[in-house]
């Protein structure tokens, strides 16, 4: 079993940044990779950004040059930086981890960007 903690979501204005943290817990060394997903109202949840333990990332579209993921392997800990922030960034921001067995998710942390 993993757990997955979430914090830094929050309301800012368009423009501004926010960091997203998620540290996992339990079952860690099963981890592969981790990442961020977000899911607005009325929309599908997408991906937002993937990390693998080696360093292999890959952004949706809509965030590249915007957004940075990092990892810190030794406290399984993944962060999601967001500059430049979007009125249709607004979603609630979860964090999932992949081990070789299952997928584990967060509960999610609300990001509220006004224009």
């Known amino acids: 079993q993993v757990q997955l903690v979430e914090s830094g979501g929050g309301l800012v204005q368009a423009g501004e940044s926010l960091r997203l943290s998620c540290a996992a817990s339990g079952s860690i060394f099963s981890i592969n990779a981790m990442g961020w997903y977000r899911q607005a109202p009325g929309k599908q949840r997408e991906l937002v950004a993937t990390i693998t333990r080696g360093g292999s990332i890959r952004y949706a579209y809509s965030v590249l040059g915007r957004f940075t993921i990092s990892i810190d392997n030794a406290n399984s800990t993944v962060y999601l930086r967001m500059n430049r922030l979007k009125p249709e960034d607004t979603a609630v921001y979860v964090c999932?981890?992949?081990?070789?067995?299952?997928?584990?998710w967060g509960q999610g942390t609300q990001v509220t960007v006004s224009s």
């Open positions: 999932k981890t992949q081990t070789s067995t299952q997928d584990y």
